[in-house]
């Protein structure tokens, strides 16, 4: 049997449990990440029966280093290979005033959203190199492209996160692993909800109107997003790595028809814009 393995961390609600149901409908054998025993049992126990494919879940806090190293000693004793690495958890840290957050929820911030996510990576890259390849989809946010004030530790984790992503896709292209990055919009999930509960006080007038508007009109479409992450695990997107992909603005359905122009320039990543991109000619010497 040809088992093909995808890695989802936060699978037990929100994105990650939309992501799981599809990649397993798409018949990959599942490895699934989280902290809450309950959510991860309740996703294993409703996904449509399939003798042929495997489904494995761990209970993971990844702000506990220790409990990340041991996770990555306990995949691998439990599957073959990893073809997919879906880097999906993440939390938004404290919001508001850099001044008035509680720096030890900084710091579990970016261990959650950055060093988790990098830890894996280190662990599995050359898991991928020795069975001849993989894909590892790193899962952005808001913050990454442009600043995002009262959301700092967040924006920090996920535009280090991009970076991270686009760095290890040029140390990586020759052992066909592709590392590419999803940015999914606003999705109406717990995590935005979190801006709700919070307020405008905390989160700021424009992000609490955004949570609001999303969750009384609806938001971005998880679905779609799962179509964008089967897509780079397959093998419809070889050549495309290294890039920030924008599921609603992106036609990225159509990019394996210019994979010349993707290699060749910085289209779809985190660039510094200088005077002359805006029509400031003021800025050259
Ligand atoms: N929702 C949006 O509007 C939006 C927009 C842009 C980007 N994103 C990104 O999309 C991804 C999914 O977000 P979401 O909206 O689905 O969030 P969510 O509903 O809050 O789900 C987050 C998942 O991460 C897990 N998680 C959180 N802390 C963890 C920890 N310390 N250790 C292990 N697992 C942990 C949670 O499970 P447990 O609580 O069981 O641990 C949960 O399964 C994130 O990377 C987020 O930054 C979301």
New binding site residues.
């Given amino acids: 049997m040809n088992e093909k393995v995808a890695l989802i961390?936060?699978?037990?609600?929100?994105?990650?449990?939309v992501l799981a149901r599809r990649f397993w409908v798409a018949g990959y054998s599942l490895c699934l990440?989280?902290?809450?025993e309950v959510?991860l049992n309740k996703l294993v126990s409703t996904l449509p029966e399939n003798k042929l494919q495997k489904v494995i879940s761990f209970v993971?806090?990844?702000?506990d280093q220790a409990q990340v190293t041991e996770l990555t000693v306990r995949v691998r004793e439990n599957f073959s290979a990893l073809d997919v690495l879906i880097n999906?958890?993440?939390?938004h840290g404290p919001m508001g005033h850099l001044s008035d957050n509680d720096f030890s929820l900084w710091r579990q911030t970016i261990q959650?959203?950055l060093f988790a996510p990098v830890f894996l990576c280190h662990s599995f890259v050359p898991w991928m190199k020795e069975t001849g390849g993989g894909s590892i989809i790193n899962?952005?946010?808001?913050g990454a492209t442009g600043p995002r004030p009262y959301f700092s530790a967040?924006a920090t984790a996920?535009a280090g996160l991009v970076r991270f992503s686009e760095t290890l896709a040029e140390e990586t292209k020759p052992y066909g692993i592709r590392i590419n990055c999803i940015?999914?919009?606003?999705?109406k999930?717990?995590?935005?909800g979190e801006i709700l509960e919070k307020g405008a006080a905390f989160a700021g007038q424009h992000e609490f109107a955004l949570a609001n508007k999303?969750f009384t009109e609806g938001?971005?479409l998880m679905e779609n997003v799962a179509d964008l992450a089967l897509f780079l695990a397959s093998d419809a997107s070889k050549g495309i790595t290294g890039k920030l992909i924008s599921v609603a603005w992106d036609d990225w359905e159509h990019w394996h028809e210019h994979l010349d122009d993707l290699s060749s320039s910085d289209v779809y990543t985190l660039r510094r814009i200088v005077g002359r991109d805006r029509g400031f000619i003021w800025g050259d010497k």
């Fill in positions: 961390t936060g699978s037990s609600r929100g994105l990650g449990e990440i989280a902290r809450s959510g993971c806090n990844l702000d999906n958890a993440a939390i959650v959203d899962l952005s946010g808001g967040y996920k940015a999914p919009g606003a999705m999930t717990a995590l935005l999303v938001g971005a």
